[in-house]
């Protein structure tokens, strides 16, 4: 999945550079005001071009002021920030190590460098430049937030953590940042400071789906299907072609007891995958709920063509025991049975919940 980085908000990553004043004091005369306007210096041109979107043009500026000023570490700094802009990122690393020869510890730099290599999977150079980056600015936010994914990403849960509550400390109005620790928290059982964080979120987002996809989320785990349900709804609504959304939407709809509402989306999932072996596993199992079990469309037939695109997917096993049970094949049911939990013992439990409508029958 992708990571969302924060590092290099353009304009305001050029804005933190040192730039003249433009607007002249009030004198109350204004004849000959065009004559007394500072000219604007390269960095601030350079913002003005990418705020508008400009950043060729605004590579050009920073260029053209380098040629005549190569030892100025924020044109060097800016320069990078033109070149991520154009997705050239091991080019403005470049640009941002020579920010760092003529400046050493300028944090800003060290943050680009961080965000460029998470984006690029390189997470020890990311984690070892974005630790630099908060030793020499402690309260630097961005730096703590990039800092959590990549420890994230490297598998260390608790530093994760750890960073991004530092990231909360400082900025406690991040969306981002609750959004990043409420899926955390989770991982670690810790589902009182997952609402928690999900609340922020929804107060904070105004509507983002994201904030309603971490809701979902924490109220699975809640034990809320039918809240996790009306949230995730909201993020189908909001990204209609979001599969993920719309497949956890039909989980959390048929775990509320409201199968027959995730029929169609789960219709409309297997009509954009058709070889998707999950998706028709969830359907297969919402038809055996259903009592639609035999036929060329019943849940049956669904779950064997799930199993045929992937034989080793366990859910489907074990709704294919569930199904043929609910039809009375116990026989089969019970070698399905057998068959399961020898390969995934762990399934025992709810494999043989599954058999419970051939339980105690001779067939």
Same mark, same amino acid.
């Given at each position: 999945?992708?990571?969302?980085?924060?590092?290099? $908000?353009?304009?305001?990553?050029?804005?933190?550079?040192?730039?003249?004043?433009?607007?002249?004091?009030?004198?109350?005369?204004?004849?000959?005001?065009?004559?007394?306007?500072?000219?604007?210096?390269?960095?601030?041109?350079?913002?003005?071009?990418?705020?508008?979107?400009?950043?060729?043009?605004?590579?050009?500026?920073?260029?053209?002021?380098?040629?005549?000023?190569?030892?100025?570490?924020?044109?060097?700094?800016?320069?990078?920030?033109?070149?991520?802009?154009?997705?050239?990122?091991?080019?403005?690393?470049?640009?941002?190590?020579?920010?760092?020869?003529?400046?050493?510890?300028?944090?800003?730099?060290?943050?680009?460098?961080?965000?460029?290599?998470?984006?690029?999977?390189?997470?020890?150079?990311?984690?070892?430049?974005?630790?630099?980056?908060?030793?020499?600015?402690?309260?630097?936010?961005?730096?703590?937030?990039?800092?959590?994914?990549?420890?994230?990403?490297?598998?260390?849960?608790?530093?994760?953590?750890?960073?991004?509550?530092?990231?909360?400390?400082?900025?406690?109005?991040?969306?981002?940042?609750? $959004?990043?620790?409420?899926?955390?928290?989770?991982?670690?059982?810790?589902?009182?400071?997952?609402?928690?964080?999900?609340?922020?979120?929804?107060? $904070?987002?105004?509507?983002?789906?994201?904030?309603?996809?971490?809701?979902?989320?924490?109220?699975?785990?809640?034990?809320?299907?039918?809240?996790?349900?009306?949230?995730?709804?909201?993020?189908?609504?909001?990204?209609?072609?979001?599969?993920?959304?719309?497949?956890?939407?039909?989980?959390?709809?048929?775990?509320?007891?409201?199968?027959?509402?995730?029929?169609?989306?789960?219709?409309?999932?297997?009509?954009?995958?058709?070889?998707?072996?999950?998706?028709?596993?969830?359907?297969?199992?919402?038809?055996?709920?259903?009592?639609?079990?035999?036929?060329?469309?019943?849940?049956?037939?669904?779950?064997?063509?799930?199993?045929?695109?992937?034989?080793? $997917?366990?859910?489907?096993?074990?709704?294919?025991?569930?199904?043929?049970?609910?039809?009375?094949?116990?026989?089969?049911?019970?070698?399905?049975?057998?068959?399961?939990?020898?390969?995934?013992?762990?399934?025992?439990?709810?494999?043989?919940?599954?058999?419970?409508?051939?339980?105690?029958?001779?067939?």
């Amino acid at each position: 999945m992708a990571l969302p980085l924060r590092a290099l $908000l353009v304009v305001a990553a050029l804005a933190a550079c040192k730039t003249e004043p433009t607007t002249p004091p009030d004198t109350g005369d204004e004849e000959g005001l065009d004559e007394t306007l500072p000219e604007r210096g390269p960095i601030e041109e350079a913002a003005t071009l990418m705020a508008r979107g400009q950043a060729e043009a605004a590579l050009a500026v920073i260029d053209g002021a380098l040629a005549e000023h190569p030892e100025d570490h924020e044109l060097h700094y800016a320069r990078g920030v033109a070149l991520q802009a154009l997705g050239r990122g091991p080019e403005a690393v470049e640009a941002w190590r020579a920010t760092l020869e003529r400046k050493p510890g300028f944090f800003p730099a060290l943050n680009g460098i961080g965000a460029v290599e998470l984006d690029a999977g390189n997470f020890d150079a990311a984690i070892d430049a974005l630790k630099q980056a908060i030793e020499a600015k402690p309260d630097f936010p961005d730096a703590r937030y990039n800092l959590g994914l990549a420890l994230r990403s490297k598998g260390d849960v608790d530093g994760a953590i750890a960073a991004l509550e530092g990231a909360r400390e400082l900025a406690p109005g991040d969306l981002d940042v609750h $959004l990043m620790l409420a899926p955390l928290y989770l991982e670690k059982g810790s589902v009182a400071k997952a609402r928690a964080e999900a609340d922020a979120a929804l107060e $904070l987002g105004g509507g983002d789906p994201e904030a309603y996809r971490v809701d979902a989320r924490v109220r699975v785990a809640e034990g809320d299907a039918a809240g996790a349900a009306e949230a995730y709804a909201k993020v189908v609504a909001a990204q209609p072609e979001d599969a993920e959304a719309r497949l956890a939407l039909a989980r959390a709809l048929a775990r509320s007891g409201d199968v027959e509402a995730a029929i169609p989306h789960l219709e409309k999932l297997a009509a954009d995958r058709p070889d998707e072996p999950v998706i028709l596993s969830e359907w297969g199992g919402a038809l055996v709920k259903l009592k639609k079990i035999d036929g060329p469309d019943g849940g049956l037939a669904k779950i064997e063509r799930a199993l045929e695109l992937k034989p080793t $997917l366990t859910s489907a096993k074990v709704r294919r025991i569930a199904a043929l049970a609910e039809s009375g094949d116990c026989k089969r049911a019970k070698l399905a049975l057998k068959e399961v939990v020898a390969e995934v013992p762990a399934t025992k439990a709810v494999a043989e919940e599954a058999f419970a409508p051939c339980a105690g029958k001779r067939r």
